[in-house]
């Protein structure tokens, strides 16, 4: 690779609790606090080349040109690495994604942040970690928290500075999987930056925001302290708050299929028979189901006789991206 080249590779991440609607769009400043964990085998792996010769950025993801708006939200990050580094150039952004995107396995947390660190890196920039946050989250919200390893929280934060996600704990701290019981691989209705857009139309997101300091508390101590069940718990009541929220939003968004409601249904079932199954669902019909190393292979194959489910995609805890 050139000098002004670089590559980087990111996981998604999920979270444990949610960032749903924003308090300014365009800065992508979220309305509330969020957790997340990395998911380790799953990546996106980005390389960017400033080159002078080209008329116009080129953005090329799993072997297939992108135009439009998806090529609108990439420059957007690179006029503002151009601007932070003096650089002039076009740039070509190859980016290779290994996991199914646009069913609610947030590709676009990792695309953004092995953006931010790509780009940045090969325009000659050396950001700290909360500056490739920060400029993550302009690109996707939930990007900032797939910069740091391990599991992560993203801050409110008072300005566009400090609204940035660090790590609460590393990788190895805990041998928790996420199993993905894949029950659709179509791209989703509406995407998440127009989902934020009507959070606030919904009678029920001022509730959510307000509670959203306590569920964080019981969330971040139940990683910090490996309590299995308390994270359950409050994960569960995290995800059916924001999904009330969106099915309540004018218009409407409903997310959930009817495979999505019988694995969540046979995860509370064998939660109350011992196995520690745990679900969340992101912005779309996908359901993680969360659990310690130890249930792993029951989970997924418990997962995997339920109707609906096709695939089930397992991922540990991820490292930062790098
Ligand atoms: O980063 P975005 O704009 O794709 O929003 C992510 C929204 C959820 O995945 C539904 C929740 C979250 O915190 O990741």
Known sequence: MSQHSASAQAHPNIALIKYWGNRDDALRLPVNGSISMNLAGLHARTEVSFQPSLP?????????????????????????????????????????????????????????????????????????????SRLARLGSGSASRSIPAGFVEWKVG?????????????????????CIAIVSATHKKTGSTEGHALAATSPLQAARIADTPRRLDICRRAVLVRDFNALAEIIELDSDMMHAVMMTSRPALHYWEPASVTVMQAVRNWRAQGLP???????????????PLGAREEAESKLRTLPGVGNVLGAGVGGAAH
């Open 158 to 178: 008072a300005s566009d500075e400090d609204s940035v996600a660090e790590s609460i704990a590393p990788p190895e701290h805990w041998d928790l999987v996420d």
């Open 277 to 291: 199954v745990a679900y969340t669902v992101d912005a779309g019909p996908n359901v993680h189901v969360l659990c």
């Open 56 to 132: 116009f950025d080129e953005l090329i993801i799993n072997g297939r040109e992108v135009t439009g708006k998806g090529l609108q939200r990439v420059s957007a990050i690179l006029d503002i690495v151009r601007g932070m580094a003096g650089v002039t150039a076009k740039a070509e952004v190859i980016s290779d994604v290994n996991f199914p995107t646009g069913a609610g396995i947030a590709s676009s947390a990792a695309a953004f942040a092995a953006l931010a660190l790509a780009a940045s890196r090969a325009a000659g920039l050396t950001l700290s970690e909360a500056q490739l």
